[in-house]
């Protein structure tokens, strides 16, 4: 459970509003993220297109782009949560890699190399990335070894987002003077997606077909709430009373907040909810966690996304 400083306690109205869990299927299905184990050959767009064609959406869109040899977590939102999936971009990463050394080096001499090369590193993203080849400072949050057969070393990475791995294993191969390259990649964590829950394109379409036969249990089991989109970030929680004017695009003041997630620093991305748990917006904090907390008037958070629709929540604002 999510650990949360409490600045007043309100109840839920069970008028208005859903829990995201028990939103109707149809609801739901246009709100819902897929954690996708996604193939190797196909590229992120084709996957998406073809989740499309499955749940017959209008529109789908997937969390941080895989190339087509790499497999692994592709979260894919639906419809409506194709806006939420945005927040996935920034969040962390993680990937299992076999690397290839071009000739052999002691296990300890690549064990030193990859201690030196976790925590802030720099990188230039490869020739044929899609964003600009200028050179960048990375977080590479740990590497552990898991295994290493002769020149093929697996290990596993967490980073932060817009690491190149293929980059990564060149930068080592280089460090340690054999040279060095990816082999193989699956990416296992984005966010709170992780490998544990992912499900396969057929697994989606034989839910699919289940659901239009009459039971929806595993197509329940397929799609999690958009909500999920935004789990890795710290959380606000507003009243009722604010949630409208949120949805017209009003930043959030310190009175409209009922619970707030500790640490907060000013410039934090957070996530707003309603007492429900659903998906409000996301913004920038403008002050700490004790600051908000202690605050009874003034804007807290600076909201950037809207997520929840307009009059889904009655107006209770002049």
């Not at 529109?59 to 895989?66: A, I, N, P, R, V």
Request: charged residues 25%.
């Amino acid at each position: 459970m999510t650990k949360l400083l409490h600045k007043a306690t309100a109840e839920t109205n069970p008028n208005y509003g859903c829990h995201p869990k028990k939103r109707p299927m149809e609801e739901h299905l246009h709100k819902s993220i897929i954690n996708l184990d996604k193939p190797m050959g196909p590229t992120s767009h084709q996957v998406d297109s073809w989740v499309k064609k499955i749940l017959r959406a209008e529109k789908t869109g997937h969390g941080g782009t895989l190339d087509p040899r790499v497999t692994g977590v592709l979260p894919v939102g639906v419809d409506d949560a194709t806006r939420a999936i945005q927040l996935l971009l920034s969040a962390p990463k993680e990937y299992v890699c076999l690397m290839r050394l071009h000739h052999p080096v002691a296990q300890a001499r690549v064990c030193q190399v990859l201690e030196e090369f976790t925590g802030k590193i720099f990188q230039t993203p490869p020739l044929r990335s899609a964003v600009k080849r200028e050179l960048r400072v990375r977080s590479i949050y740990y590497v552990h070894i898991l295994e290493m057969d002769e020149q093929d070393v697996l290990f596993r990475i967490g980073c932060e987002a817009g690491t190149y791995i293929r980059k990564y294993c060149h930068d080592v191969g280089e460090a340690l003077g054999v040279g060095a390259h990816m082999a193989e990649l699956r990416r296992t964590r984005v966010g709170s997606f992780q490998e544990d829950t992912l499900h396969t394109l057929q697994d989606l379409t034989d839910a699919y077909v289940a659901w239009q036969e009459g039971d929806e249990t595993l197509l329940r089991e397929c799609l999690l709430p958009m909500e999920a989109a935004a789990s890795h970030l710290p959380l606000m929680v507003v009243r009722d009373s604010a949630v409208d004017a949120l949805c017209h695009g009003a930043d959030l003041a310190a009175g409209g907040i009922l619970a707030l997630s500790p640490d907060l620093k000013s410039g934090d991305m957070v996530r707003v909810e309603t007492l429900k748990g659903e998906l409000v917006a996301a913004g920038l904090t403008l002050q700490p966690s004790r600051e908000i907390q202690q605050l009874s008037q003034g804007i807290m958070v600076d909201i950037k996304k809207v997520f929840m629709e307009p009059g889904t929540y009655p107006r209770m604002w002049k």
